[in-house]
């Protein structure tokens, strides 16, 4: 079992930034990839940004150049810096890993952004 807690959202003026955190908990010995989805209404859930073990990492043409993924394996932490904000930001963002074979997610953290 592995839980993910993420934090970090809000509301946040166009062009603004916000940083996302996402702790997990339980058998983390076995999380190796970790994701950042997002969903806006009435929207498919989508992936936006994707971390490895090893710290390679693949983004959605939507936010390359403006989101940044990391992670402190020390911490068991996963982290979306989200610079240049604009209203199609505007979802609930979620974190997502694979655990052998399983998928597991986050609770979700709304992100508003207003024009």
């Known amino acids: 079992q592995v839980q993910l807690v993420e934090s970090g959202g809000g509301l946040v003026q166009a062009g603004g930034s916000l940083r996302l955190s996402c702790a997990a908990s339980g058998s983390i010995f076995s999380i190796n990839v970790m994701d950042w989805y997002r969903q806006a209404p009435g929207k498919q859930r989508e992936l936006v940004a994707h971390i490895s073990l090893g710290g390679s990492t693949t983004y959605a043409d939507s936010v390359k150049g403006r989101f940044t993924i990391s992670r402190d394996n020390g911490k068991n932490t996963v982290f979306l810096q989200m610079n240049g904000l604009g209203p199609e930001d505007t979802a609930v963002y979620y974190c997502?890993?694979?655990?052998?074979?399983?998928?597991?997610w986050g609770q979700g953290t709304q992100v508003t952004v207003s024009s």
């Open positions: 997502h890993t694979i655990v052998l074979g399983r998928s597991y």
